[in-house]
């Protein structure tokens, strides 16, 4: 199983950018993937998550603080990708952003250790 995040790049304050994570020999749709950030001299952040599609509770989506209400995640199951899409970008968001992959949301979020992560994807905001 491979994850691979792409999309990154240089834009300016106040721009766009969507991200995609896409997965080899693994159907993403069975399971929760999160976004994460790491910007250099700091640890790695949860940026946001988007649960697999639950038989009761459908797909849940959540984001920290620092992105709620600026970046979306949405599943595009035909590519078997995740997108992040990011709007009115800040400087500091400038990061190496990573996707992961695991079945047991603890993992995923609270303990950061997912089964699956992919290679990041720089993004460099400029100011």
């Known amino acids: 199983v491979q994850l691979q995040a792409s999309g990154g790049g240089l834009v300016q304050t106040g721009g766009s950018l969507r991200l995609s994570c896409a997965a080899s020999?693994?159907?993403?749709?069975?399971?929760?993937i999160g976004w994460f950030r790491q910007a250099p001299g700091k640890d790695r952040e949860f940026v946001a998550l988007?649960?697999?599609?639950?038989?009761?509770?459908?797909?849940?989506?959540s984001f920290s603080d620092a992105v709620e209400g600026r970046f979306n995640v949405s599943r595009d199951n035909a590519k078997n990708m995740v997108g992040l899409q990011m709007t009115s970008l800040k400087h500091e968001d400038t990061a190496t952003y990573y996707c992961?992959?695991?079945?047991?949301?603890?993992?995923?979020?609270?303990?950061?250790?997912?089964?699956?992560w992919g290679q990041g994807t720089l993004v460099t905001v400029s100011s």
């Open positions: 992961a992959a695991d079945e047991t949301l603890r993992k995923l979020v609270v303990e950061k250790r997912p089964d699956y």
């Open positions: 020999r693994f159907n993403l749709d069975y399971t929760n």
């Open positions: 988007i649960t697999k599609n639950g038989a009761t509770s459908g797909t849940i989506t």
